[in-house]
C-alpha cells in the first residue's frame, strides 16, 4: 500500500477528464456524463479497500471497539 | 520514515489534486482522501510504536491501565472525528463537518464521564474526611 494508488486515481481522473472533453465536443453530452460517473465509482472502488484498511488500524492503535 | 518523505508525499498528492480540480472535481476529492489514507497509514504504525513506549512506561509507575487506555481512546476518536470533519469540508459540505465535530465531542465525553466521575468521588470523599 503506497503512493502507487494515488498515482493509479490521479491518472483515471486525468483519462476520464480527456474523455469527457472529447465526447462533449462531439456532441455526445449524455455519454460524457456517464464516463464521468464510470470514473467516479471506479475511483471510489479503488479508494474504498484503503479507507477501510486505515479505519481498521485506527481502530487497533487506539484500541476502539 | 523521515517527515521529508511525508512531505513529498504530501506535495506531490496536492499538486495532482490541484491539477484535476479544474477538470474533475469529483476525482480530486477523491485523491485527496485517498492521499490522506495513505500518509496516515504509514504515520500509524509509528504511532502504535509510541503507544507500546508510553505504555511500558506507564506501567512501570503501579497506575492502573485503564486510565492509560481511556487516553489512547479519546485521543483516537478526536483523530477520526477531526478525519471525517475534514473530509466534508473538502466535500464543500461544512454543516455535515461540524455535525461530525459535535458526535466527536459527545463520544468523546462519553468515554471520558466514567474517568471523571471516579476522581469527583475521590474529592467528594476528602472533603466529608476533611470536614467530619
Do not use: H, W
Not at chain 1, 494508488?5 to 460524457?32: E, P, W
Not at chain 2, 495532482?16 to 476529492?29: D, G, H, P, S, W
Not at chain 2, 468515554?111 to 467530619?132: D, G, H, S, T
Amino acid at each position: 500500500m503506497g503512493i502507487d494508488i494515488v498515482l493509479k486515481i490521479a491518472g483515471v481522473g486525468f483519462l476520464v477528464a480527456a474523455a469527457c472533453q472529447v465526447l462533449k465536443q462531439s456532441g455526445r453530452d449524455d455519454i460524457a456524463m456517464i464516463t464521468a460517473l464510470a470514473g467516479l465509482v471506479i475511483v471510489l472502488t479503488m479508494i474504498l479497500g484503503i479507507v477501510s484498511t486505515l479505519f481498521d488500524n485506527i481502530r487497533n492503535v487506539f484500541k476502539l471497539y | 520514515m523521515d517527515i521529508y518523505t511525508v512531505i513529498g508525499l504530501i506535495v506531490a498528492v496536492g499538486f495532482a489534486a490541484f491539477t484535476l480540480r479544474e477538470l474533475n472535481k469529483a476525482i480530486a476529492v477523491q485523491l485527496s482522501i485517498a492521499g490522506g489514507a495513505v500518509i496516515m497509514l504509514i504515520l500509524l504504525s509509528q504511532i502504535s510504536g509510541l503507544f507500546d513506549e508510553i505504555g511500558t512506561f506507564i506501567s512501570q509507575a503501579n497506575t492502573k491501565s485503564s486510565f492509560m487506555e481511556v487516553m489512547i481512546k479519546a485521543v483516537g476518536v478526536s483523530y477520526l472525528a477531526q478525519i471525517g470533519s475534514e473530509l466534508c469540508r473538502d466535500m464543500g459540505e461544512g454543516a455535515l463537518a461540524v455535525k461530525v465535530e459535535i458526535a466527536g465531542k459527545v463520544i468523546l465525553c462519553s468515554i471520558a464521564l466514567p474517568l471523571i466521575i471516579k476522581i469527583m468521588n475521590e474529592f467528594i470523599e476528602v472533603i466529608n474526611a476533611v470536614l467530619q
